[in-house]
């Protein structure tokens, strides 16, 4: 069908230039029309008049429609359970969990293209599905791959910004240092410099999104390479897909690592807009920030031990049960240290969730990874037992909504068993992820013409005041 469309097509434009074109000609503009089929931002140019004349019909109708109300308890705990931003790239039910464009993730292994049969998904097929809400053919992905292949240059600059740090800072400084390194280069800075239309805003932010997300990866394996390999760094392979290449240049040439790779960034790309890292991205790049500039403030958000350096936390509690009590702990043993640990007034890392209600669908599927790849590891069978373990003792305590596991109680364990076991860079890891996310969603907060944030803040004398009044 697409031939005979493709012909059709080719003879409307033969009526319009006098059917001129002789064959080579036709065969060249054929090319064309599947080099642009190919082309992820040809497709963005389709869909956003479509979606900006829906949001502004929307937004005329329906503005003042009133999505909920404010308590006292939503201002002082963090604005928790507050909708108050828009964004398309994924929605997370707290039943449910993640949906990518309305796809779970199940959804996205089985119909995302992958780089063998019944593998997992290409990051690079979700960036597709993440900026046009429609699953990309096998075709699509390589060409996007290999057009992220030819973005990824990083200037020496920016190693030597890094370098300029001593190599025990902590690995996301040394990343997020080396993201506002490649800011020199931002195409939106210099757009908007020379006066871009707003309307043409996402154009420049759509370069440096792409170039941001294809030389994330250079960056973060420099930076691994440098703290614990002594600074033998590998060269990319072009050869190799986003996920694949990723593993390489840390030095993981496994294809299981490699597939297991592609699945990290695949599940940690995105968690709609009000988690900490996709928050900050977007408040910052409303002030119209560049995406670099906007990317490294959601870097620094995700460092955070109550975000991002949560994966770090739970392998390095794993293994402290094993430093004390051994590798074949019992599952009583076990419950008396989720007890010590609780009763020291610390958290056990990776459980909870601050929306999600149900065991974590990221976590599901990496333990279906473990299932298959590596199933009599012990660290694999002690996370195991903690799934049995953990949430009862969680929810006797009856201060935890969610007692089940989330996506952090099981990559370091992954990681670690395929060899990348330096439990600090693993944040490092959720960075390049993110990129993903962050970037698809900063490029249709230009193409919407979304506007600067600007919430309201009030003082506890205020809260006070109102709250008398009230009653």
């Given at each position: 069908?697409?031939?005979?469309?493709?012909?059709?097509?080719?003879?409307?434009?033969?009526?319009?230039?006098?059917?001129?074109?002789?064959?080579?000609?036709?065969?060249?503009?054929?090319?064309?029309?599947?080099?642009?089929?190919?082309?992820?931002?040809?497709?963005?140019?389709?869909?956003?008049?479509?979606?900006?004349?829906?949001?502004?019909?929307f937004k005329a109708e329906h503005g003042k429609v009133q999505l909920g109300n404010i308590t006292v308890?939503?201002?002082?705990?963090?604005?928790?359970?507050?909708?108050?931003?828009?964004?398309?790239?994924?929605?997370?039910?707290?039943?449910?969990?993640?949906?990518?464009?309305?796809?779970?993730?199940?959804?996205?292994?089985?119909?995302?293209?992958?780089?063998?049969?019944?593998?997992?998904?290409?990051?690079?097929?979700?960036?597709?599905?993440?900026?046009?809400?429609?699953?990309?053919?096998?075709?699509?992905?390589?060409?996007?791959?290999?057009?992220?292949?030819?973005?990824?240059?990083?200037?020496?600059?920016?190693?030597?910004?890094?370098?300029?740090?001593?190599?025990?800072?902590?690995?996301?400084?040394?990343?997020?240092?080396?993201?506002?390194?490649?800011?020199?280069?931002?195409?939106?800075?210099?757009?908007?410099?020379?006066?871009?239309?707003?309307?043409?805003?996402?154009?420049?932010?759509?370069?440096?999104?792409?170039?941001?997300?294809?030389?994330?990866?250079?960056?973060?394996?420099?930076?691994?390479?440098?703290?614990?390999?002594?600074?033998?760094?590998?060269?990319?392979?072009?050869?190799?897909?986003?996920?694949?290449?990723?593993?390489?240049?840390?030095?993981?040439?496994?294809?299981?690592?490699?597939?297991?790779?592609?699945?990290?960034?695949?599940?940690?790309?995105?968690?709609?807009?009000?988690?900490?890292?996709?928050?900050?991205?977007?408040?910052?790049?409303?002030?119209?920030?560049?995406?670099y500039l906007s990317f490294a403030a959601a870097l620094n958000g995700l460092a955070g031990p109550l975000h991002g350096l949560a994966n770090q936390e739970v392998l390095?509690?794993?293994?402290?049960?094993?430093?004390?009590?051994?590798?074949?702990?019992?599952?009583?043993?076990?419950?008396?240290?989720?007890?010590?640990?609780?009763?020291?007034?610390?958290?056990?890392?990776?459980?909870?969730?601050?929306?999600?209600?149900?065991?974590?669908?990221?976590?599901?599927?990496?333990?279906?990874?473990?299932?298959?790849?590596?199933?009599?590891?012990?660290?694999?069978?002690?996370?195991?037992?903690?799934?049995?373990?953990?949430?009862?003792?969680?929810?006797?305590?009856?201060?935890?909504?969610?007692?089940?596991?989330?996506?952090?109680?099981?990559?370091?364990?992954?990681?670690?068993?395929?060899?990348?076991?330096?439990?600090?860079?693993?944040?490092?890891?959720?960075?390049?992820?993110?990129?993903?996310?962050?970037?698809?969603?900063?490029?249709?907060?230009?193409?919407?013409?979304?506007?600067?944030?600007?919430?309201?803040?009030?003082?506890?004398?205020?809260?006070?005041?109102?709250?008398?009044?009230?009653?």
């Open positions: 069908m697409a031939f005979f469309r493709s012909l059709t097509a080719l003879s409307k434009l033969r009526s319009r230039v006098g059917q001129q074109s002789n064959l080579s000609n036709s065969v060249r503009w054929l090319q064309m029309q599947s080099s642009s089929d190919l082309d992820l931002q040809s497709h963005l140019r389709e869909l956003i008049p479509e979606q900006q004349d829906r949001l502004k019909k308890d939503m201002v002082l705990g963090g604005m928790r359970g507050m909708t108050g931003l828009l964004w398309e790239t994924s929605l997370l039910d707290p039943d449910e969990g993640i949906r990518f464009r309305g796809l779970s993730i199940p959804e996205c292994q089985k119909l995302l293209p992958a780089a063998k049969p019944d593998g997992e998904p290409l990051p690079e097929g979700l960036l597709w599905l993440l900026l046009t809400g429609k699953v990309p053919n096998k075709e699509q992905v390589d060409a996007l791959s290999k057009e992220l292949q030819s973005r990824a240059i990083v200037p020496d600059y920016v190693y030597k910004a890094i370098d300029a740090l001593p190599v025990t800072s902590h690995p996301m400084t040394q990343f997020a240092t080396g993201v506002m390194g490649l800011q020199v280069q931002s195409e939106f800075q210099k757009a908007y410099e020379k006066g871009i239309h707003k309307s043409k805003y996402w154009e420049p932010t759509y370069e440096d999104s792409l170039n941001l997300i294809a030389r994330v990866p250079l960056v973060a394996s420099y930076v691994y390479r440098r703290i614990y390999k002594d600074g033998h760094i590998i060269p990319k392979d072009d050869s190799l897909d986003y996920g694949g290449n990723f593993s390489h240049m840390l030095g993981f040439d496994s294809p299981q690592m490699q597939e297991l790779m592609r699945l990290y960034v695949t599940i940690h790309s995105d968690h709609e807009g009000g988690n900490v890292s996709a928050h900050t991205g977007h408040l910052v790049a409303s002030a119209l920030s560049d995406p390095l509690w794993i293994k402290s049960v094993v430093d004390e009590c051994g590798e074949n702990i019992t599952k009583e043993q076990l419950k008396d240290y989720v007890w010590k640990t609780l009763n020291s007034g610390k958290v056990v890392p990776g459980f909870g969730h601050g929306v999600l209600r149900k065991t974590d669908p990221r976590y599901t599927c990496q333990r279906e990874f473990a299932l298959k790849h590596l199933p009599d590891d012990p660290l694999f069978q002690l996370v195991s037992n903690l799934y049995e373990v953990v949430p009862p003792i969680l929810t006797e305590l009856g201060k935890v909504k969610n007692p089940w596991p989330n996506v952090d109680a099981h990559s370091g364990v992954l990681l670690n068993y395929f060899g990348l076991t330096e439990a600090r860079y693993f944040t490092v890891l959720f960075g390049v992820s993110r990129s993903l996310g962050i970037c698809s969603q900063l490029i249709w907060d230009r193409a919407l013409g979304l506007p600067l944030e600007r919430p309201k803040s009030v003082t506890l004398k205020w809260l006070e005041d109102y709250c008398k009044k009230a009653a």
